[in-house]
């Protein structure tokens, strides 16, 4: 969502005449993106922005954006000099009104308002981060406030995108030459729109499933969806990955923990025993999908046998990615309130041991794909080979031979070794 957030920014300062710039030490404006779900991220904008203010250079007007201007608005102002703007998350699409409200001699902007009637969600093709893969925001914000999360506070309640306003998003995307769709959400597949009605014409129970197989209907090359919700993730979901080919074939979903007592106290909303069913359904899907997670290790009141739980999840479900998290307290959150009782190191030797099962088991699972032939979307040449590197299908990164004249081509390789994070492979 971040990314996406930044490359909306650029869009609509490119739009009103700016030139975006890369380079922090000659740029006349510096705005500042920020995510505070799983850092500390308010002391390193202190940080970021006290380099700036000390090194040589003339003092750029500096903005910051993103959860942490969300959630301190004009405190900030106060509390880090050289700070000329705050825009909170809703705010991006007037970044350039309060920038020319800026350079006209305003001080003290503080915009946390709400988007736009006619927000623009269109991401200009020069400030995407691909041209070849694009983000597609489909849902905004989150009601589940699971108890350690800050997202529900600084990104608003849920609200979907009129599903015509999405298709022809990615239709526009398909026609300028863009090859992979991600739709994006915090919860996307609690995607519920106003009018149910703009897809009737699909299968599938819940809305998400019928936008998935509307978006295939495009005929884009390749889908791809994050983040999902354990407790809204039905069949259909499979279902329609089973039936159109180019949603691909990859899910991340969230689990948190192994064990009900931590899953319950986190207000998570499933059981271990429902999510090892959604697992059990995925891996017996007619296509091949790859598996995704997060895990937070040290939650309040997490004891070794809920922890020993977590590791025997992981054991169970054979994800072919994990991120693991040390649970940090927001401000804020209801899980704040409670003890962080599970002292550091013990959450780094659980963080630790955690991670060791997850590589055993990821090592084993990606052995599957070995002598395999994935498509890939040749994206970048490597920088450390000679050959390119982009996605398969499976959202793995794959290192192949090739020439540049292959980039933005989806290609067929045929994997030849496995490392723990990537692939490497052949043309076929
Ligand atoms: N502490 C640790 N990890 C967290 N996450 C969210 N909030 C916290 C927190 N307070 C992790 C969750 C979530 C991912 C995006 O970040 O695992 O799925
Ligand atoms: Fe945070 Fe839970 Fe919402 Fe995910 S579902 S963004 S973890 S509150």
Redesign the pocket.
């Given at each position: 969502m971040n990314v996406s957030d930044s490359e909306r920014a650029a869009t609509v300062l490119g739009d009103s005449g700016f030139e975006i710039t890369s380079d922090e030490d000659t740029a006349d404006i510096v705005l500042i993106n920020t995510c505070s779900v799983r850092e500390k991220a308010e002391h390193k904008l202190y940080t970021r922005v006290g380099r700036i203010r000390h090194s040589d250079r003339a003092m750029p007007t500096i903005g910051v954006m993103g959860c942490v201007a969300q959630l301190e608005g004009e405190t900030l102002l106060r509390k880090i000099e050289g700070v000329d703007f705050v825009l909170g998350t809703r705010a991006v699409g007037r970044v350039a009104d309060v920038i020319g409200r800026v350079l006209n001699g305003e001080e003290g902007i503080v915009d946390l308002g709400e988007r736009e009637e006619n927000y623009d969600w269109t991401v200009a093709d020069t400030h995407r981060h691909s041209p070849y893969v694009a983000f597609v925001p489909i849902i905004e914000g989150?009601n589940?406030?699971?108890t350690?999360?800050i997202?529900?506070f600084s990104r608003g309640r849920e609200r979907s995108l009129p599903a015509p306003e999405i298709v022809r998003q990615v239709e526009q995307l398909k026609a300028s030459g863009v090859k992979e769709v991600h739709l994006i959400g915090?919860?996307v597949n609690s995607y519920r729109p106003d009018r149910q009605d703009d897809l009737q014409d699909f299968a599938g129970k819940s809305a998400f499933s019928k936008l998935l197989r509307a978006v295939a209907a495009t005929g884009i090359e390749r889908i791809k969806f994050t983040?999902s919700?354990p407790r809204d993730f039905h069949d259909d979901i499979v279902e329609a990955i089973e039936t159109h080919e180019n949603l691909c074939n990859w899910v991340h979903l969230?689990v948190?923990s192994g064990s009900n007592r931590t899953l319950a106290a986190m207000k998570?909303g499933h059981t271990i025993e429902r999510y090892y069913k959604q697992i059990d359904r995925i891996r017996n899907a007619s296509r091949d999908i790859a598996i995704t997670t997060d895990i937070i290790v040290g939650f309040p009141g997490e004891s070794e046998a809920d922890f020993r739980d977590s590791v025997k999840m992981v054991e169970y479900c054979g994800f072919d990615m994990a991120y693991i998290f040390k649970y940090s307290p927001r401000p804020g959150t209801p899980a704040f309130a409670l003890p962080d009782d599970v002292s550091l190191a013990d959450k780094t030797i659980r963080f630790l041991e955690l991670e060791r099962a997850q590589k055993a088991s990821q090592n084993e699972r990606l052995r599957r794909y070995l002598n395999k032939t994935v498509q890939v979307l040749a994206e970048n040449a490597s920088t450390r080979s000679k050959g390119l590197t982009g996605h398969s299908t499976c959202h793995k990164v794959v290192n192949f031979s090739g020439s540049t004249g292959l980039l933005g081509s989806l290609v067929d390789v045929k994997i030849t070794e496995i490392k723990s994070n990537s692939l490497f492979g052949e043309l076929v």
């Open positions: 989150c589940k406030f699971c350690y999360c997202v529900p915090q919860n983040t919700f969230p948190q998570r």
